[in-house]
């Protein structure tokens, strides 16, 4: 059947017709020329992470969709993906606003893969009052008006009323986050939904279509976290009418910029799924001016700001197993030394084998030096000191001259003093060479002059890296002469 936005007499009339039949039109025309653009070449960036991909369909329809809308209703208000992405605040105030995410499953159509929509949600008094999202490939347009029931290309949808999660279908989506504790909280979720008994668990590349899904009694329940407003808001109306629950993964309200969510067709079954999940913190919508910004302008500023892995030594309360791992941050490091020790308990104590002094701030783990050997104590467990410890102190670094050379030699048989070249070689960082030509008295003279002046200028070198040397050695010892007692408190990890 061919979609159109006539959803029969349950869909007519009402104070917001005129925005739910443009919201409709406009997505019916922003399909058909993403349709046309997937099988085609496309120029791709990314935008928060190297999975958080948009191309320039994505903007094409946004401003399509926008200034369309912008000229049919002036005094509306306006929240859109990739506006977003440039900086735009996503506030939702009481004023008409609409929610737009021009291409939903950016990563699907980028693959060719062909499950991709436009999504429109509309709210009026931060409530939401009707969504378009529409199936592109597919030409599926689902509705849902508020009050007025859920559609898709004119049939009525209805959720399922399953309230068993061991015989649920349940969908869900990655997020943009790749990082080694978002992933593994990720999997563990889906973990717990399976060891609940659920049938299975899908992700298919587009939040709206899979809530589309739910909405349709295809599936069971949904849970995100690291979804957007965007994602949401039209999806919401047409589950809401379709007879399901959307709701904050806490189980309490729904919050539309709080970027998590579980829906289902029953409460019940939203309150299972709420309760299994542990929650991944992806901040909020509308607390995020900064880390939206275009991807070029993102790699630039963060690419210096990004701290390089360094090798750290772990080892077990006992010294019996040691791994070496690389981290740059604390939470890389004890997520990656659980794997290396094959620790499966979360709640850890991280500590310097030397003498057991908890590492249990960020700041603390970056002052520690490369190859530091660290100790994972579980519950229960003490630090002891080891036998055979050979604390790995790095060897200061030398600075300064290291060599002076002088050479002699002539440029013609007939100069009666020659050359003479100094060179002076400082400890890894580059070395000064110059030439003194002496071929006559005034020559010499001026040459004497120019090697002064070349010499203080050494002097002066020298002297800085000499001062900087010795104000670390005696850091070093007073470091040394004084243990510092250092308080022990508890790091929990998962
Ligand atoms: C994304 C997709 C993806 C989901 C992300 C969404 P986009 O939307 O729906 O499946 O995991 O959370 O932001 O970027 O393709 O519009």
Same mark, same amino acid.
């Given at each position: 059947m061919k979609p159109s936005s006539e959803d029969g007499a349950a869909q007519a009339g009402g104070p917001w017709e005129e925005c739910f039949e443009a919201a409709a039109q406009l997505a019916l025309r922003a399909g058909q020329i993403i349709r046309k653009a997937l099988?085609?070449? !496309?120029?791709?960036?990314?935008?928060?992470?190297?999975?958080?991909?948009?191309?320039?369909t994505d903007h094409m329809?946004?401003?399509?969709?926008?200034?369309?809308?912008?000229?049919?209703?002036?005094?509306?208000?306006?929240?859109?993906?990739?506006?977003?992405?440039?900086?735009?605040?996503?506030?939702?105030?009481?004023?008409?606003?609409?929610?737009?995410?021009?291409?939903?499953?950016?990563?699907?159509f980028v693959h060719r893969f062909?499950?991709?929509?436009?999504?429109?949600?509309?709210?009026?008094?931060?409530?939401?009052?009707?969504?378009?999202?529409?199936?592109?490939t597919e030409e599926r347009l689902y509705t849902g008006r508020r009050g007025r029931g859920a559609f898709c290309n004119g049939q009525r949808l209805r959720v399922s009323r399953e309230t068993d999660l061991s015989k649920a279908l349940v969908l869900t989506e990655i997020g943009p986050r790749r990082d080694p504790m978002t992933l593994k909280l990720f999997l563990s979720n889906m973990e717990r939904l399976l060891r609940a008994g659920a049938h299975g668990v899908r992700v298919i590349g587009s939040s709206t279509l899979a809530l589309c899904h739910l909405a349709s009694g295809a599936a069971d329940a949904y849970y995100q976290f690291g979804l957007h407003c965007w994602?949401?808001?039209?999806?919401?109306?047409?589950?809401?009418?379709a007879g399901g629950v959307v709701m904050d993964t806490s189980g309490g309200p729904l919050d539309l910029m709080s970027c998590r969510v579980v829906a289902a067709g029953t409460r019940e079954m939203a309150v299972l799924i709420a309760q299994a999940l542990q929650t991944i913190n992806y901040g909020?919508?509308?607390?995020?001016?900064?880390?939206?910004?275009?991807?070029?302008? !993102?790699?630039?500023?963060?690419?210096p700001l990004m701290r390089p892995a360094r090798p750290f030594r772990v080892s077990n309360h006992d010294r019996s197993s040691r791994r070496g791992v690389t981290a740059s941050s604390l939470q890389e490091l004890l997520t990656k030394t659980l794997d290396a020790l094959v620790i499966a308990s979360g709640l850890v104590t991280l500590v310097l084998e030397e003498d057991g002094t908890v590492v249990d701030t960020e700041a603390f783990f970056q002052t520690l030096g490369d190859n530091t050997h660290l100790m994972v104590l579980e519950?229960?467990?003490?630090?002891?000191?080891?036998?055979?410890?050979?604390?790995?102190?790095?060897?200061?670094?030398?600075?300064?001259?290291?060599?002076?050379?002088?050479?002699?030699? !002539?440029?013609?048989? !007939?100069?009666?003093?020659?050359?003479l070249n100094?060179?002076?070689?400082?400890y890894e960082m580059y070395s000064v060479s110059y030439d003194i030509h002496c071929p006559g008295l005034k020559a010499l003279l001026r040459s004497l002059l120019l090697f002064l002046s070349h010499t203080a200028q050494m002097t002066g070198q020298c002297l800085v890296h000499t001062g900087t040397y010795m104000l670390r050695v005696l850091a070093d010892t007073e470091e040394r002469a004084v243990p510092s007692p250092r308080p022990r408190r508890g790091i929990t990890s998962g």
């Open positions: 099988s085609e070449e !496309k120029r791709v960036s990314t935008k928060t992470s190297a999975a958080d991909l948009v191309t320039e329809v946004e401003a399509l969709i926008l200034q369309e809308l912008q000229q049919r209703f002036p005094s509306h208000r306006f929240i859109a993906e990739e506006a977003a992405a440039a900086g735009a605040k996503c506030v939702l105030t009481p004023s008409p606003t609409w929610i737009v995410d021009p291409i939903d499953g950016t990563c699907n062909p499950t991709v929509a436009v999504s429109i949600g509309f709210a009026v008094n931060q409530e939401l009052e009707f969504g378009v999202i529409y199936h592109c994602d949401l808001a039209a999806a919401t109306v047409i589950i809401r009418e909020r919508d509308d607390e995020r001016p900064l880390t939206f910004m275009g991807s070029q302008t !993102k790699k630039v500023l963060l690419t519950k229960g467990q003490k630090w002891t000191p080891g036998a055979t410890y050979i604390p790995a102190r790095q060897l200061p670094k030398r600075q300064g001259i290291a060599r002076v050379t002088f050479d002699l030699y !002539k440029l013609n048989p !007939k100069d009666v003093i020659g050359c100094v060179k002076a070689t400082m």
